[in-house]
């Protein structure tokens, strides 16, 4: 099994370029030649990807999850699989192009220095904590996936204001479009990040008894939470439209990681398992 762990790790940045060549290609020349066989190769490439991270996991004896290397494979799936569901749920592909290379940026970093540990701490073996981390990371990148479409949004209205309506404009959808996806992107980031704080306000207290609500990355967590919580509920109840919610999805998704970045680098935390 190792041998073909290593393949498909080596494979998979390929697999994720030529996914990212026909979205690139669909999106330059607005034809219809692969607009049904992008999907479907994006959805091959998640396959593999699929059974990449299961394979490690059953080969290590651990989620993958055990060095910065690892969370950066699950970062490149969690934010394509979010993409592929947007697309399933909405059916408009024409934005591929620009979630897919950051997918590629984080696989490829994987994928050179990705690391096989044997040895871990016993927390890190257990599989409800994988899949605690999996739904917040998968949340996350639906956050990052909402703010992309916020910027197309502010690109194509900048656009529109200036009188340019060139390859930009023909390619991208309708500002109305854009905002949605913003908006539907941050809900499910939304709904994942809640599974996410749900499982661990039931496991926390079994694996760690000595852990503190105060913890700084728990506290950043739900703040993020209650953030993007109040941006829907302000979408929903009509206070928010257009310019403004993609703006908030922006600096929501820039407040996110500047929680992470401090709460992981800054300040100490029982989530600090490497």
């Avoid at 004896?61 to 993409?83: C, K, M, R």
């Avoid at 500002?175 to 990040?193: D, N, Q, Y």
């Amino acid at each position: 099994m190792k041998a073909i762990i290593d393949t498909i790790n080596i494979l998979l940045p390929i697999f994720y370029f030529v996914t990212f060549g026909f979205y690139f290609y669909d999106f330059m020349k607005g034809g219809k030649k692969f607009v049904n066989s992008k999907r479907l190769f994006l959805f091959l490439t998640l396959l593999v990807h699929f059974c990449y991270l299961l394979f490690r996991t059953i080969y290590f004896d651990h989620p993958p999850i055990t060095n910065v290397f690892e969370i950066f494979t699950i970062l490149a799936f969690a934010i394509s699989f979010s993409y592929f569901i947007l697309e399933l749920l909405t059916d408009i592909r024409g934005t591929g192009p620009f979630i897919i290379i950051i997918s590629i940026f984080f696989q490829i970093i994987s994928s050179f220095f990705i690391q096989d540990v044997f040895q871990v701490k016993e927390v890190l073996r257990n599989h409800l904590l994988g899949i605690h981390v999996f739904s917040a990371l998968v949340g996350y990148s639906a956050f990052a996936i909402s703010s992309v479409y916020g910027l197309l949004y502010l690109i194509l209205y900048k656009q529109i204001k200036l009188n340019k309506f060139g390859l930009i404009f023909d390619r991208l959808p309708s500002l109305e479009v854009l905002e949605r996806l913003s908006f539907i992107s941050a809900v499910i980031g939304f709904f994942l990040t809640s599974i996410a704080i749900t499982i661990g306000i039931i496991w926390l207290p079994k694996a760690f008894p000595k852990f503190s609500y105060a913890d700084p990355k728990l506290i950043g967590t739900f703040l993020v939470w209650l953030l993007y919580g109040f941006g829907i509920l302000s979408k929903v109840f009509g206070k928010w439209q257009g310019k403004k919610i993609v703006i908030f999805s922006i600096v929501g998704f820039l407040i996110a990681i500047l929680s992470t970045i401090m709460s992981n680098f800054l300040a100490l935390s029982f989530h600090s398992f490497y």
